[in-house]
């Protein structure tokens, strides 16, 4: 069920993924147009929309638990759409307008997608990433447990009084 689901997500991911570029693209275009650098006005937005995709795109392809139909899911719309731009861009010129299209419709004839396809698809041959772990005991409870096995030795009834001495805690009423 994980796999599925996380494959959906990818098909929603990779559309995302390409929107946001697109929208940066034309957002940095327009900047690059009327003279500013990319830090200069309201560039800072579209720097930091790029920054996002990159922590996405880390996010999906590098932690070893998740399943890897979410970065694959991602990778056939990255690399579909841009086979799809190489191929019969009139189709995708038929698409509706959203925020990003515009832009994205520049880049993916480029092949600008295809080193993040390629990284959208490397975590789907990890072997360990098909497998869930099997639950149980963490090794740190484990550890935890034999820590405090000799204090349940010692379990004094419930009507008895504290210990007292050098070591005993002190409380103020």
Do not use: N
């Amino acid at each position: 069920m994980r796999h599925f689901v996380g494959f959906l997500s990818g098909l929603i991911l990779g559309l995302v993924l390409v929107l946001v570029c697109g929208w940066a693209f034309a957002h940095l275009r327009g900047l690059h147009t009327a003279g500013l650098g990319a830090l200069q006005g309201s560039g800072p937005v579209a720097v930091a929309g790029l920054v996002g995709v990159g922590v996405l795109v880390a996010l999906v392809a590098v932690p070893p638990r998740l399943t890897p139909m979410l970065p694959f899911g991602a990778a056939l719309v990255v690399s579909g759409l841009t086979g799809l731009a190489l191929l019969r861009m009139h189709l995708l010129e038929r698409l509706p307008e959203v925020p990003g299209a515009e832009g994205a419709l520049t880049l993916l004839p480029l092949g600008v997608f295809v080193p993040l396809a390629l990284v959208l698809f490397a975590p789907l041959f990890v072997g360990g990433r098909w497998r869930r772990e099997e639950e149980g005991p963490s090794e740190a409870e484990v550890y935890f447990d034999g820590l405090y096995e000799e204090d349940d030795d010692k379990v004094r009834p419930p009507g008895a009084a504290a210990p007292s001495g050098p070591h005993a805690p002190r409380h103020r009423a």
